[in-house]
């Protein structure tokens, strides 16, 4: 057993650190940058001006239907669509691309909802008194509101984060050869599934805790001051 593991375990975190790593952490930037420009358009009211009112009413309609689409339907089934289905109207993608564009339109509209809520949860006396002391709309939600909502929206998205990485494993169903695509390789060769798959899982396991500390350490970072400006 303990042969089967030193000789499986250099290639399977070959696997993780050449394609579960980057794969999770490009689509949670790309993801996450969509996220909070889908939920700015959600968030920000209208111009009250005709000729930006009605342009800026349709890019809300089609956020609102982008959100709705992927919190609907399942990841595996939108990867399906992405790289199986694409190509049938002459769109064809790299397999790591595809993986890539699934995830981060998955994570930019569920970390969209989390944003929104986190913006929404700060309390209209912090616009009053912005608008009081002469801040633009701009000003106030740079400096005054998104600092607030950005500590409010870390757990969750540090949460996100954690299950994108788990989330990963699906890429193998559009033959992408991370970490669980090679554990799948590798148990094809020895026959001994329980083995590789709780060795797989073990490897997950150990990423998702180090980044959990992670979480519970900028948590603390930023509860800190806080506690402070409350004393």
Same mark, same amino acid.
């Given at each position: 057993?303990?042969?089967?593991?030193?000789?499986? *375990?250099?290639?399977?975190?070959?696997?993780?650190?050449? !394609?579960?790593?980057?794969?999770?952490?490009?689509? !949670?930037?790309?993801? *996450?940058?969509?996220?909070?420009?889908?939920?700015?358009? @959600?968030?920000?009211? $209208?111009?009250?001006?005709?000729?930006?009112?009605?342009?800026? *009413?349709?890019?809300?309609?089609?956020?609102?239907?982008?959100?709705?689409?992927? #919190?609907?339907? $399942?990841?595996?089934?939108?990867?399906?669509?992405?790289?199986?289905?694409?190509?049938?109207?002459?769109?064809?993608? $790299?397999?790591?691309?595809?993986?890539?564009?699934?995830?981060?339109?998955?994570?930019? /509209? +569920?970390?969209?909802?989390?944003? #929104?809520?986190?913006?929404?949860?700060?309390?209209?006396?912090?616009?009053?008194?912005?608008?009081? *002391?002469?801040?633009?709309? #701009?000003?106030?939600?740079? @400096?005054?509101?998104?600092?607030?909502?950005?500590?409010?929206?870390?757990? $969750?998205?540090?949460?996100?984060?954690?299950?994108?990485?788990?989330?990963?494993? =699906? &890429?193998?169903?559009?033959?992408?050869?991370?970490? !669980?695509?090679?554990?799948?390789?590798?148990? /094809?060769?020895?026959?001994?599934?329980? =083995?590789?798959?709780?060795?797989?899982?073990?490897?997950?396991?150990?990423?998702?805790?180090?980044?959990?500390?992670?979480?519970? +350490?900028?948590?603390?970072?930023?509860?800190? +001051?806080?506690?402070?400006?409350? &004393?």
């Amino acid at each position: 057993m303990w042969n089967i593991i030193i000789t499986s *375990l250099p290639e399977m975190i070959g696997a993780m650190l050449q !394609f579960t790593i980057p794969l999770a952490v490009i689509s !949670f930037i790309l993801g *996450l940058i969509l996220a909070v420009l889908t939920a700015l358009i @959600k968030f920000i009211e $209208p111009s009250e001006n005709k000729a930006i009112r009605y342009p800026y *009413l349709v890019l809300r309609g089609i956020a609102n239907f982008y959100v709705w689409l992927f #919190r609907s339907t $399942p990841l595996l089934v939108q990867l399906f669509i992405i790289f199986f289905g694409l190509p049938s109207i002459g769109v064809q993608l $790299p397999a790591f691309t595809a993986a890539v564009i699934g995830f981060s339109l998955n994570t930019g /509209a +569920y970390a969209s909802e989390t944003i #929104r809520s986190a913006l929404l949860s700060v309390p209209q006396d912090q616009w009053d008194a912005a608008y009081t *002391l002469n801040f633009s709309t #701009r000003q106030t939600l740079m @400096k005054i509101v998104l600092p607030q909502a950005v500590r409010i929206a870390l757990p $969750p998205l540090s949460n996100s984060f954690i299950g994108l990485v788990k989330d990963t494993s =699906l &890429a193998s169903s559009i033959t992408i050869l991370e970490m !669980f695509q090679v554990s799948q390789q590798i148990t /094809a060769k020895n026959y001994q599934p329980l =083995l590789m798959y709780t060795l797989a899982a073990a490897l997950y396991a150990i990423i998702c805790t180090l980044l959990s500390w992670l979480q519970h +350490y900028l948590e603390r970072r930023t509860s800190k +001051y806080v506690k402070g400006s409350e &004393a």
